[in-house]
């Protein structure tokens, strides 16, 4: 597998000059659990800062996809080892999010179905499949001027980012929040939200059952993401922790481009 940014030629490999750990852009680096708004939070920041915004986790949730069709188990580690060398994943930053290709294919918002974002999770454990991911994503940030978004960004990617933000909230509160992206009625972005098939529900006992049933599913990743031998999801030592439990949106963007300013005190706002 190759995992592309649309900007690179299909064909080449990238070129050596971005591999050979040249000087670079700044690296801005987010981390956190499902729904604490990272994706909100790491669009917002490429736009302020004209970087790029790379979602990993659209990369494992492709590779997830192709698991699914291909009907290999998530539970093996060489055969998808073998299916990510014969996969190509191409990311096309947008201004909302990544518009993701599997093999050419569009599939944006076929992977933020609840059977790909569980299997994503299931995955992600095995250390050869995240050596993989995490090889062709320092290709992809190589350049610099770069906001990548994931889970091990600080900690295994990029552990000399120049900015690391690790963003949490409490589980309820993500996983009410991804219950009303979910909403048919609140889909109109780039970046589709997760469980998109969450049907709108059509009273208050059957809209308690969903948003209960994704605070469920999202304890069950977190649990996976944390615990894992391999690069568990923790803030890196020196991320900046930012708890959006009890902050409007608007706190969260405004919180981060001052901790981005404070660390590239030369960086330019507005676009490139
Ligand atoms: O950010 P996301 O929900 O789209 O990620 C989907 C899954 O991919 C997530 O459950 C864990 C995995 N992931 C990872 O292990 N490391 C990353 N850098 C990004 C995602």
Redesign the pocket.
């Known amino acids: 597998m190759r995992g592309q940014l649309k900007s690179m030629d299909d064909e080449d490999e990238p070129p050596q000059s971005l591999l050979a750990g040249g000087p670079r852009r700044p690296v801005i680096a987010i ?1 956190g659990p ?1 729904g604490a708004g ?2 909100t939070l790491a669009a917002h920041l490429a736009r302020q800062f004209g970087f790029l915004n790379i ?7 492709a590779l997830a996809l192709k698991a699914i069709e291909g009907d290999v188990s998530f539970d093996e580690e060489g055969p998808l080892l073998a299916l990510a060398q014969a996969t190509r994943i191409t990311l096309e930053p947008q201004m909302d999010g990544n518009r993701v290709r599997l093999d050419g294919m569009e599939v944006s918002q076929r992977i933020r179905d609840a059977d790909v ?1 569980s299997a ?2 299931r995955i ?1 454990i095995h250390p050869q499949v ?1 050596a993989w ?1 995490v090889e062709q ?1 320092r290709a992809l940030g190589a350049e610099g001027g770069v906001v990548m ?5 600080g900690t295994a ?1 990029f552990p000399d980012a120049e900015v690391k933000i690790f963003l949490d909230a409490a589980p309820e509160v993500r996983g009410s929040r991804r219950f009303r992206q979910a909403l048919p009625h609140e889909q109109t972005t780039a970046r589709q939200t ?1 469980s998109r098939q969450a049907p709108e529900p059509e009273n208050a006992e059957q809209q308690r059952a969903c948003e209960q049933a994704i605070v469920d599913e999202m304890r069950e ?1 977190d649990r ?2 944390r615990n ?1 031998a391999e ?1 568990p ?1 923790r803030p890196a030592q020196d991320a900046v922790l930012l708890d959006s439990t009890a902050m409007q949106l608007e706190e969260v963007l405004a919180r981060a481009e001052e901790i981005v300013r404070a660390h590239l005190p030369h960086t330019e706002s507005g676009p490139a």
Do not use: F, P
């Not at 978004?149 to 960004?153: S, V």
């Open positions: 981390d499902a990272k994706s979602e990993t986790g659209a990369m494992y949730r974002t994503a999770s992600s995240r991911m994503q978004e994931g889970r091990d960004i990617v997760e990743r996976r993401d894992r690069s999801l």
